[in-house]
């Protein structure tokens, strides 16, 4: 099966720090309308197909809650 999504953010543990947001050198990565379990706007990516898998999101995220696939 190929992989379609470059970046998955686990919604439930992100506490929308926007760090991420931050550091996206193309800018893809906004904050949900939504409200996870706990209260925050989780992060998401808007463009899976602009992503440079650069992983500076994940790399950045102090609670490790960004897979970046290449």
């Given at each position: 099966?190929?992989?379609?999504?470059?970046?998955?953010?686990d919604?439930?543990?992100?506490?929308g720090?926007?760090?991420?947001t931050?550091?996206?050198?193309?800018?893809?990565?906004?904050?949900?309308?939504?409200?996870?379990?706990?209260?925050?706007?989780?992060?998401?990516?808007?463009?899976?197909?602009?992503?440079?898998?650069?992983?500076?999101?994940a790399q950045?995220?102090?609670?490790?809650?960004?897979?970046?696939?290449?």
């Open positions: 099966m190929e992989q379609t999504k470059k970046v998955i953010f919604e439930e543990r992100c506490k720090c926007e760090l991420c931050a550091v996206c050198p193309v800018k893809i990565i906004k904050m949900a309308d939504r409200i996870n379990s706990h209260g925050y706007h989780p992060a998401e990516v808007v463009d899976q197909d602009k992503c440079l898998s650069c992983g500076l999101c950045m995220c102090p609670d490790v809650v960004i897979t970046v696939y290449k």
